[in-house]
């Protein structure tokens, strides 16, 4: 199985950009669907960014802002986020999984411990 380790988050000023970073091993992560979700206190984790092979799916309130992508040499996934708003200030997990519904939190199987993100006004 794999192991998911993020790195990256930190604090950053409303309209700043960071990079998320999670790095994988035990298993190559091109063997899976990855995504990344996000959690801010007091509600549910929710999806933000998925890659199947070569194609990416993005929550509506990310498109046009944050990419994900991967290194597959490096074994590493990707979130660049970029024009941060106050509202994202969350903990920031990648996760993986063999099949089922991309934006679905419960058929991810392996998680990272996650990173915090906070964006201040």
């Known amino acids: 199985q794999v192991q998911l380790v993020e790195s990256g988050g930190g604090l950053v000023q409303a309209g700043g950009s960071l990079r998320l970073s999670c790095a994988g091993s035990g298993r190559t992560l091109s063997s899976y669907t990855m995504a990344w979700f996000r959690q801010a206190p007091g509600k549910e984790r929710e999806f933000v960014a998925g890659i199947v092979d070569i194609n990416t799916y993005y929550a509506d309130s990310v498109k046009g802002r944050f990419t994900i992508s991967r290194d597959n040499a490096k074994n590493t996934l990707y979130l660049h986020m970029n024009n941060l708003k106050p509202e994202e200030t969350a903990v920031y997990y990648c996760?993986?999984?063999?099949?089922?519904?991309?934006?679905?939190?419960?058929?991810?199987?392996?998680w990272g411990q996650g990173t915090q993100v906070t964006v201040s006004s």
């Open positions: 996760a993986a999984t063999y099949a089922g519904n991309l934006r679905l939190r419960s058929d991810y199987r392996f």
